[in-house]
């Protein structure tokens, strides 16, 4: 199958010209607040401009961070601090006017195929940032109502889609507000339908558990130690799965302990089954994003928070309430976290990423169909011979039974006087015996085989506790 072409995705629109360097007005407001300044480089970002200021002689970082409200109020602007970058301290101011970010330019013309690979957006100053989600290998993304954090988990999904065929990924969606991920019903990429109901929400991410230990099963028969290794040795290979979370808060509020079992499972060990989390949440709280659930998801995009305790739960930085929202985010890295504005996708670009691989997808459907229509013949089959073959011998046992209950209980065919109450008990208990040696006969297929087996059984069982079988019945047993 083909990867989708570049094209089916849409340019940004032309961004509308406007005055966005601002450094001497900026160089005067740290004057105004009595930090001196040597030199400031601007750097145009797509909703704020990072201006990277050298300090002049005797300047103190510290005495930056502490002007930063005065700095905001002669800007007109949230100034938020940047940083160190290098011997310059990084300052970011927002744009009068935005620029739109968008998925087809971050592609660079360039849509290889990159495993688990996506687009971030663009950094303050303008350049593009990339991620690899097996690098990560799990995911948080946190932010408010109208920060964007829905954006920007459409933007991974898309970039996901771009890269990668069903054969090479398969995603697992977990969507309890139902209509976030909903646009992506008929991907050939899901290996469940999407899961709505909390419910099964909790069931299917054991269901990945068990696929995950099922996967390390596989590696430890073959000798290797992940799914890389695995899918070079071995003939048939193994997709990689994302679970997509979005809003961890429902299923937290009512499946607390068992979600959060199975997402600390997941995050420590599946990484080298090649299972990944991407999970999304509004409430950044210590209650839904737990210690131990944060402590083994290193890969966090925050959005715009309510509160700095919000953005240390989240991001363990404060900032993120400074935000502007509309994808403006802070990105979690090796060196502390970066501020980026997230790609737009709009609904058409979805729909069309969704149709590309429902077409190409077809005829593979369609092979594949009747491939499992055929299996499925064939385990008809299987099952209506063993349900036949079971009422087989349920017939005969049944027949055997019946013969054995009239005999025990009578003690004769016709002509044989019936026997007192005790002889009665003792070959109720007999019966019980032989209703416990029914096991054995199970065994027995044909029906001569079943009668000799059973009277047998019953002859010990009787000699066993002293019943004398008259010579009538004797005969009639022979």
């Known amino acids: 199958m083909k990867l989708p072409p570049v094209e089916i995705l849409d340019m940004p629109p032309r961004a509308d010209p406007d005055d966005w360097d601002q450094s001497r007005r900026l ?23 990072r201006y990277d200021v050298a300090l002049g002689r005797g300047g103190n970082p510290k005495a930056v961070e502490r002007v930063l409200d005065a700095l905001s109020l002669s800007m007109g602007a949230v100034v938020r601090w940047g940083g160190l970058r290098g011997t310059r301290v990084s300052l970011e101011v927002p744009r009068a006017h935005r620029a739109t970010v968008k998925l087809r330019p971050l592609f660079a013309d360039n849509v290889a195929h990159v495993l688990l690979g996506f687009p971030v957006g663009t950094d303050a100053g303008g350049k593009a940032l990339n991620a690899r ?3 990560l290998p799990h995911m948080l993304v946190a932010g408010g109502t109208g920060s964007g954090k829905s954006t920007f988990m459409n933007a991974v999904i898309v970039s996901l889609l771009m890269r990668n065929t069903p054969d090479d990924l398969q995603l697992v969606m977990i969507d309890p507000k139902r209509v976030e991920l909903a646009p992506y019903a008929a991907l050939p990429h899901l290996a469940y339908p999407i899961v709505t109901d909390v419910t099964q929400a909790v069931d299917t991410l054991d269901l990945v558990v068990l696929e995950m230990e099922r996967r390390f099963e596989r590696f430890e028969a073959l000798g290797v130690k992940d799914i890389s290794g695995y899918n070079s040795t071995s003939a048939v290979k193994l997709p990689r ?6 809003e961890l808060a429902d299923l937290m509020m009512t499946s607390g302990p068992q979600v959060e079992s199975a997402i600390v499972r997941i995050s420590q060990l599946a990484r080298a089954a090649g299972i990944h989390l991407v999970i999304a949440t509004q409430r950044p709280e210590a209650k839904v994003v737990t210690g131990k659930i944060k402590t083994n998801i290193p890969g966090r995009a925050v959005f715009r928070v309510a509160s700095h305790h919000d953005s240390k739960i989240a991001l363990d930085y404060v900032g993120a309430e400074r935000l502007l929202g509309n994808g403006d985010g ?3 890295n090796q060196d502390g976290p970066v501020r980026f504005q997230s790609p737009l996708v709009s609904e058409d670009e979805i ?6 691989w429902v077409q190409e997808f077809e005829p593979v459907r369609a092979s594949r169909q009747a491939e499992i229509d055929e299996r499925a013949e064939t385990l008809e089959q299987g099952r209506r ?13 049944s027949a055997s039974t019946a013969r054995a209950r009239q005999v025990l209980e009578t003690g004769a065919v016709a ?19 032989v209703v416990e040696a029914q096991a054995l006969v199970e065994r027995v297929s044909r029906l001569e085989e079943n009668q000799v087996l059973l009277l047998q059984i019953i002859a010990k069982q009787a000699e066993a506790l002293g019943i004398s079988i008259p010579q009538e019945v004797a005969s009639w047993l022979l």
């Open 27 to 49: 160089t005067v407001a740290m004057s105004d607040a009595g930090v001196k300044v040597d030199d400031i480089e601007a750097h145009r970002g797509a909703s704020v401009v």
């Open 133 to 135: 989600l097996a690098n």
């Open 241 to 246: 799965i994302v679970v997509v979370i979005d």
């Open 330 to 332: 802070l990105w979690l």
């Open 351 to 356: 729909a069309r990423v969704v149709a590309y």
């Open 385 to 397: 011979l063993e349900e036949a073959e079971r009422a087989e011998q349920l017939e005969v046992q």
């Open 415 to 433: 002509g044989v006087a019936p026997p007192d109450s005790r002889e009665l008990v003792r070959r109720a208990v007999a019966f019980e015996a």
